[in-house]
């Protein structure tokens, strides 16, 4: 007796073995059907995934001396706007120290040619001795900051010596990541260029939807079958559902689950 289709409204193409006349099991596509093809071409896509994040990944001695330079640089230039911003006070101090001291001397000549009485004469030294204490003032403000602009400029010029004393370092480091990276990206130029020839053999719907899955799925647009279930996702699956996949016939059978394009391989 036949028995009907283990699900109503499907019905599954049992393939025949080799030399035999009848019956069969469920059989893994050609390895030259078009989803063999596109098995391979996401075999390519995930190494070159592979090679772009290598590309990347940078070295740690390469992130170690660009984070030092950077630290170099972020320091350097605070510590010259700080040095701007001293030396700035110290000018404006400077240029008011030398108007008090311009007003003290016109004071002093004005007290030798006017004052002719004690009161005058007062009154002029008066004036005479707040100048000089606001001079005695203005003098005392710019020590400290006239040694703080020291500081600050032995201190640029230390880190411009370290930054100098590290470029050698550097472009050695970045010279060595310039050739690591080629030697990835010659990798994937022969992968590139196989991807292509496969992609050109196939289906470009096909090809534009898988390349949309696996957008959508962290890579991965194409599912095997194993034990029955999807590697992608991990559902088993229907059996009706293994048998088209393993046609390998288009439209692609998508998982129910996660929506991958299945595939049954040997």
Sequence with gaps: MVRGPPFPGHFLKVLPAPGASGGGTLAPMSDTGPFQRLYRVQQLDLDLDRLRAEEASIPEPLREARAGQER??????????????????????????????????????????????????????SRIQMLGERAEEMEEDLA???????????????????????????AELEAQDEARV????????????????????????????????????????????????????????PVNVQQRAAQGKLPPVKCPSCGRFLIKLG
């Design 72 to 125: 170099l640089n972020n320091e350097l230039e605070d510590t010259e706007i700080t040095l701007e911003g001293v030396e700035k006070r110290i000018r404006q101090l400077e240029q008011d120290l030398a108007g008090t001291r311009d007003q003290m001397a016109r004071a002093r000549e004005e007290q030798d040619k006017n004052a002719f009485d004690a009161r005058t004469q007062s009154q002029y030294g």
């Design 182 to 237: 080629g030697g990835l990206r010659d990798q994937g130029a022969g992968m590139r260029e196989e991807r292509a020839t496969l992609v050109a053999s196939l289906d470009s719907r096909t090809v534009k939807e898988y390349d949309l899955i696996r957008r959508a799925k962290k890579g991965l647009g194409l599912a095997e079958i194993q034990g029955g279930r999807c590697t992608g996702c991990n559902v088993n699956l």
């Design 144 to 170: 400290p900051l006239r040694e703080r602009a020291r500081d600050l400029g032995n201190r640029a010029a230390e880190l411009r010596a370290e930054h100098r004393a590290l470029r050698p370092r550097l």
